[in-house]
C-alpha cells in the first residue's frame, strides 16, 4: 500500500469513525435515566407547560425521527439549542472551547519545551546529582492527580500568599465596557488568573516529555556517531544539540497525544479554578441534565482525541522516513 492509499484509507477510517461517535452519543444520551421534563416536574411545573417543551423539543417523537432532524440540522451547522439557557449551543460553548484551547495548547507545549531541556541535561549527565534527585520531583508530578495539584497550586500562591485569584477567569464585571470579545485576553487581570491554572497543566503533564527524552538521550548517547563527534573535538554544546535532535522523535509523536489526554485532567482542573471553558460547562451541563450541550461537548472532546491520532498518523510517517506501511 502506497503512503497516498494509506492517507485516503485512513481519513476514511476517520471520517466513519466520527460518524459512529456521534450517533452513539445522540442514543446514548437520549436512553440515559432522567429528562428535561422530569426535572419540570419536579420544580412543579404543570402538565400544560411540560407539554409545550416536549413539543417544542420534539422529545414525543420516536428516537429515529429525532435523530433525522438532528442529521439534517447538523448538516445545516444547528447542533441543537440548549434546554436550560435557550440558546444555540454551537453559540454558548464556541467560546468555552477557546477557553480551553488557550489553557491547554500553551500549558502542553511548555510542558514539553521545559520537559525536553530537563530531560536532555539529566540524560547527559548520568549518575549525576541532578539525575538522581531531580528525577524524584518529576515522579511525583506524574502521580499526583491532575485537581491535587491544582488544589495544592491554590492553597499556596492564592490562600496562604495571597499573590493570585482562587478562581476565575477574570474580575468581576472586567471586560464588560470593551468592545472586541479578545480584548480582555491581553489584559493584566487575565494574566494574573491565568497563571495558576496553566501552572497547574504544566506540572502535572511535565513528566512524561522528561522522561521519555532523558531515556532517548541515553540511547543515542550510546550509538557510534556521538562517539565520533566527541573524537574530533566537536564543542560539548554543539554536541548535546545533535544528541537533542535525534533523541527528540519520540518526544514529538507523544505531544499530541498528551494534547488530547489532557483534556480528561483539565475537566478537574477547570472545576477546582472555576474557569469557563469545555470541562467546566460539562460538569454544569451534566448537573442541569442540558443532554444537547453535553452530547455537543462530549462530541468536540472525540473530535479533538480522533483528529489528533489520525494526525500523528499522517505526519509520523513524514518526521520519520524509516516508517513504511504495511499493506
Given amino acids: 500500500m502506497s503512503k497516498k492509499q494509506y492517507i485516503v484509507k485512513r481519513t476514511a477510517q476517520t471520517i466513519a469513525l466520527l460518524f459512529f461517535i456521534l450517533t452513539f452519543l445522540f442514543i446514548f444520551f437520549r436512553l440515559m435515566p432522567g429528562d428535561m421534563t422530569a426535572k419540570l416536574t419536579n420544580a412543579g411545573a404543570s402538565p400544560e407547560a411540560i407539554a409545550a417543551v416536549e413539543a417544542k423539543w420534539g422529545l414525543n417523537d420516536p428516537i429515529y425521527i429525532q435523530y433525522l432532524d438532528y442529521m439534517r440540522n447538523l448538516v445545516r451547522g444547528d447542533v441543537g439549542t440548549s434546554l436550560v439557557y435557550n440558546e444555540p449551543v ?18 502542553i507545549t511548555l510542558a514539553y519545551i521545559v520537559g525536553t531541556v530537563i530531560g536532555t541535561l539529566m540524560g547527559s549527565n548520568r549518575g549525576s546529582r541532578l539525575e538522581k534527585y ?17 488544589i495544592g497550586l491554590m492553597l499556596v500562591f492564592a490562600v496562604w500568599l495571597g499573590f493570585f485569584p482562587t478562581s476565575g477567569m477574570l474580575s ?6 470593551m468592545s472586541a470579545w479578545w480584548r480582555p485576553y491581553l489584559s493584566g487581570n487575565f494574566g494574573i488568573h491565568y ?8 506540572l502535572r503533564y511535565l513528566f512524561n516529555p522528561a522522561l521519555i527524552m532523558r531515556t532517548s538521550v541515553v540511547q543515542v548517547m550510546g550509538e557510534d556517531f556521538t562517539e565520533y563527534h566527541r573524537l574530533t573535538g566537536l564543542p560539548k554544546l554543539r554536541r548535546l ?49 442540558d443532554f444537547p450541550v453535553v452530547q455537543f461537548c462530549f462530541f468536540v472532546v472525540a473530535v479533538w482525541v480522533v483528529l489528533a491520532n489520525y494526525v500523528v498518523d499522517i505526519v509520523y510517517g513524514v518526521i520519520d522516513p524509516r516508517i513504511s506501511v504495511a499493506d
Fill in 172 to 177: 468581576p464585571g472586567f471586560g464588560n465596557e
Fill in 90 to 107: 454551537f453559540g454558548f460553548v464556541k467560546q468555552r472551547i477557546f477557553n480551553t484551547f488557550i489553557l491547554v495548547a500553551p500549558g
Fill in 241 to 289: 544539540r545533535h544528541i537533542a535532535k535525534h533523541s527528540f522523535l519520540p518526544v514529538l509523536t507523544l505531544y499530541p497525544v498528551s494534547m488530547t489526554r489532557a483534556l480528561g485532567g483539565l475537566v478537574l482542573i477547570e472545576t477546582v479554578f472555576n474557569w469557563p471553558g469545555i470541562g467546566f460547562t460539562l460538569v454544569e451541563s451534566v448537573l442541569a441534565r
Fill in 195 to 202: 497563571v495558576l491554572p496553566v501552572s497547574a497543566v504544566v
Fill in 134 to 150: 531531580g528525577i524524584i520531583p518529576l515522579i511525583l508530578s506524574g502521580s499526583f492527580p491532575s485537581f491535587f495539584i491544582a
